[in-house]
């Protein structure tokens, strides 16, 4: 069959792609891997086939944009406006909160800032003429990329999302919806179906929730990590894929002492403007301890340190599986590659989130878990963070807890192993004639 698969232009989110795509590639189908033209080098160099689709999306400039409207909306409204960072956050999880006011805030703010940025019309208008032409099976999208389901929608394909970390779309749409349900008909006004409604019109078609949640989702996160959500779901154990590197000799040799690695990722130095947590913290924090430390920072970041202690070794990148096997904590932003292959590996974790999509959340269930321990980027100390490490890596339940986390992620099917499920899937979603495009479906599934 074919598979086409689409994101929007993030290294990090092709990344999360590519080993479910090389297992559909290996097993003899046909792939290829739609995004904005900023990604097609990166694309290219999994060895995967780009497809660029849309303007370059500059996402760099885009969270700028985003960052000039939250300090607009500081200067133009009182202190009782809402908070521009509030709207444009998906992680609320209290039911107290999620009142139907704020989750229609939330994603009217997110339809219009982010979704609709991701997924341009132009973005949408070429994938929809690739995908009439390529005529794919199966469409595999990324959570955020809503041109992936118009696609499939329009061309008859059976369509699911790939999960780049936890669902925290369809965690607030569950709620939202039960909630629009309790309104009168004439007072409910959806801003992702009125979106992908027009959308959906330009090509002859009508909304349908799949449009925003996909027909099933592929899911990474270990079941006893996900949030509670209502739709079916496809596990499938996480394979890091961190891009091209080469393991330095220093890695081949197994530690003298215990080896932490100290990693705050890329999206935030690359995409962010910057780390919220403190650089000089957390060098301070492990000074002194007989530890070996890698510090995944590079010479911008290590700018915030006046000087580095012997036991610290920095490196600007080295593949995360390939490093955290050899260690007995990390220390990380919370990101979701990071997390998920410490997970793999049952290193414990320190994790110290700041505001990305669903860092904070993913570092509370690991908290909870017991396979780490979670601080606070704005009140960090190096003190605190001493102590925890200390902790994570001298009272046995933290290694336990990892352990059992370990046992799951290994224990859930492989990239390889989800393949004949989504073959089957795909067989029962896709279908015969589509709107906007009469040509019947392949059937060589």
Known sequence: MRVLFTTFGARNHVHAQVAQAWALRAAGHEVRVASHPDLADVISRTGLTAVP?????????????????????????????????????????????????????????MTSAVFQNYSSNEM????????????????????????????????????????????????????????????????????????????????????????????????????????????????????AYNGRGGIPPWLHRAPERPRVCLTLGVSHREVMGGDQASIGELIEAVAGLDVEVVATLNARQLRGATSLPPNVRTVDFVPMDALLPSCSAVISHSGSGTVHTALLYGVPQILVPGTMWDNGIRADLVERSGAGLRLDAETLTADALRDALTRVLTEPSFAAAAGRLRREALATPSPRDIVPVLESLTAEHRRPGATGHDAPARNDV
Not at 89 to 106: I, Q, T
Not at 162 to 176: A, K, P
């Open 53 to 109: 689709v849309g303007r370059e999306l500059n996402e760099d400039r885009v969270m700028e944009e985003l960052r000039e409207r939250e300090d607009a909306s500081r200067d133009t409204y009182d202190d009782d406006a809402p908070d521009a960072q509030l709207l444009l956050a998906m992680d609320e999880l209290r039911p107290e909160k999620l009142s139907h006011d704020h989750m229609h805030g939330v994603f009217t703010a």
């Open 124 to 239: 949408i208008d070429d994938l929809v003429d690739f995908a009439r032409g390529w005529r794919p099976d199966l469409v595999i999208w990324d959570p955020l990329t809503f041109a992936g389901a118009v696609a499939a929608r329009v061309t008859g394909a059976a369509h699911a999302r790939l999960m780049f970390g936890l669902d925290l779309v369809g965690r607030m749409r569950e709620s939202y919806l039960a909630e629009e349900r309790r309104r009168p008909a004439a007072l409910r006004e959806d801003p992702m179906r009125e979106w992908l409604g027009w959308v959906m019109e330009r090509y002859g078609g009508t909304f349908t929730e799949d449009l925003v949640t996909g027909q099933w989702t592929i899911d990474p996160v270990p079941t006893s990590l996900r949030l509670p959500v209502d739709l079916p779901y496809v596990p499938v154990r996480c394979v």
